[in-house]
């Protein structure tokens, strides 16, 4: 999962980015509304965390800019203010959730994972694929009941490959979801990390379909059909 985080104090900014790291997100940092605006407009993210107050341009204006080009990703909206007005316009403008300042970094997680429960169709925790499952709450992955052990970025590649089963994802769009935009990602990184997915998911359980299928020239997908 990728989020974008729109906040000009660093501190606060930077903090978030660490703590979701920490959670195997990848995520994007911009530090002013027009900058945060040009990335939501360009980018492709799964969630915005968005600060009401920024130089330049405000969290309630680069909401309503960014619905009005037809723009969807979920925004959480954070803000020092309280007042019910100030809710009432945050939500108005078109973000999906509002967080006041200070804030619990557990609650705010607590608030992707709900919004993650509400896609375009809903998906809900677990994500199934014949007899592999991953758990987006615990990051507990199983095949046939048997518990397996990912790294961070492995868990991260799987679960998106899980959100869109059956479907061929390119290298380029594998990659923007699960590393930062200024990452340094050499030509073979995705490949490497794919063939660990492959020995831990496919490799031990030689009687079962392999998920992980290579579409040569296009990139990858997960599926238990042929």
Request: net charge neutral; charged share 30%; aromatic share 6%.
């Amino acid at each position: 999962m990728r989020i974008l985080v729109i906040e000009d104090e660093h501190r606060i900014a930077n903090s978030i980015k660490k703590g979701l790291e920490q959670e195997t997100y990848a995520a994007d940092v911009a530090y002013d509304g027009e900058s945060g605006l040009d990335l939501a407009a360009t980018e492709d993210y799964d969630l915005i965390i968005l600060d009401r107050l920024l130089p330049g341009m405000d969290g309630v204006e680069i909401c309503r800019k960014i619905r009005l080009e037809k723009i969807h990703t979920p925004v959480i909206m954070l803000t020092a203010k309280d007042q019910l007005q100030d809710k009432v316009d945050g939500l108005d403008s078109g973000a999906d959730d509002y967080l006041v300042k200070p804030f619990a970094f557990a609650e705010l997680l607590a608030r992707i994972r709900a919004l993650k429960r509400r896609p375009k169709t809903v998906i809900g925790e677990v994500l199934k694929i014949a007899d592999l499952q991953i758990n987006t709450r615990t990051f507990e992955v199983k095949r046939n009941q048997k518990i397996i052990n990912l790294s961070q970025k492995e868990l991260a590649i799987l679960e998106y490959l899980m959100r869109h089963p059956h479907i061929t994802l390119s290298k380029d769009q594998i990659i923007a979801h699960v590393w930062d935009y200024d990452a340094d990602i050499l030509p073979n990184t995705l490949e490497v990390f794919i063939k660990k997915l492959r020995q831990k998911i496919d490799k031990p359980f030689p009687k079962k379909q392999s998920l992980i299928q290579t579409v040569r020239g296009f990139g990858y997908k997960i599926s238990d059909k042929t």
